[in-house]
């Protein structure tokens, strides 16, 4: 079982906004603001998406951004396109003897 | 171009013990905080291991801890993941992923390099 949970599967259309949520406990985001989103097509390597609960890395579209409210981040995807199809999974740095824990996973379904 | 290639990967039986590699080319490795990382078949990320750019600092998830030994090789641009007792629970895509910053408050917890992962499978 994973330490963040995330829903198992949003869906949206072409051009609309999702918003997916990553809830955990105040021990598993520490005193930080380090929560990270990653992006997975099947058969891929995770890409970084959002670093620090809203930094992108250079190379990331702006429709990407990142947001963090008591124990829950966001991920909220805009202008959504075929290409955002895939898995996304949060993570935190914890700062304790595990570093880093991660969400389930979420599955998003352009329509 | 920044790249890890990750190799190592085997059918093992329970109780038995692997090592992983991953060489890192087009960055400057000595520099750079090294992770490992896994994915169950059909499950979400986990984070295995975590070394220091020197090697003086290594962490562990709880359920490696023990058994699992991570280290690198600054000469040779590689960092290692030793598994010993491995069990099924261990099947997985590893993954070796390069820290995203040198600055220590930025990224904490992020890996921006990943490499295309290495399959270990335990089974009897």
């Known amino acids: 079982q994973s330490a963040l949970t995330q829903p198992a599967s949003v869906s949206g259309s072409p051009g609309q906004s999702i918003t997916i949520s990553c809830t955990g406990a105040?021990?598993?985001?520490?005193?930080?603001?380090?929560v990270s989103w990653y992006q997975q097509h099947p058969g891929k390597a995770p890409k970084l998406m959002i670093y620090?609960?809203?930094n992108r890395p250079s190379g990331v579209s702006n429709r990407f951004s990142g947001s963090k409210s008591g124990n829950t981040a966001s991920l909220t995807i805009s202008g959504l396109q075929a290409e955002d199809e895939a898995d996304y999974h949060c993570?935190?740095?914890?700062?304790?003897?595990?570093?880093?824990?991660f969400g389930g996973g979420t599955k998003l379904t352009v329509l | 171009e920044v790249q890890l290639l990750e190799s190592g990967g085997d059918l093992i039986q329970p109780g038995g013990s692997l090592r992983l590699s991953c060489v890192a080319s087009?960055?400057?490795?000595?520099?750079?905080?090294m992770n490992w990382l896994r994915q169950a078949p059909g499950k979400g990320l986990e984070w295995v291991s975590f070394?220091?750019?020197?090697?003086?600092?290594?962490y562990y998830a709880d359920s490696v801890r023990g058994r699992f030994t991570i280290s690198r090789d600054n000469f040779k641009n590689t960092v290692y993941l030793q598994m010993s007792s491995l069990r099924v629970e261990d099947t997985a895509v590893y993954y070796c992923?390069?820290?995203?910053?040198?600055?220590?408050?930025?990224?904490?917890?992020?890996?921006?390099?990943w490499g295309q992962g290495t399959m270990v499978t335990v089974s009897s």
């Open positions: 992923a390069k820290r995203l910053s040198t600055v220590i408050a930025m990224g904490r917890g992020a890996s921006d390099i």
């Open positions: 087009g960055f400057t490795f000595s520099s750079f905080g």
């Open positions: 070394i220091s750019n020197s090697g003086g600092s290594t």
């Open positions: 105040s021990s598993d985001f520490g005193v930080y603001n380090s």
């Open positions: 620090d609960v809203s």
């Open positions: 993570s935190s740095f914890t700062g304790s003897s595990t570093l880093v824990v």
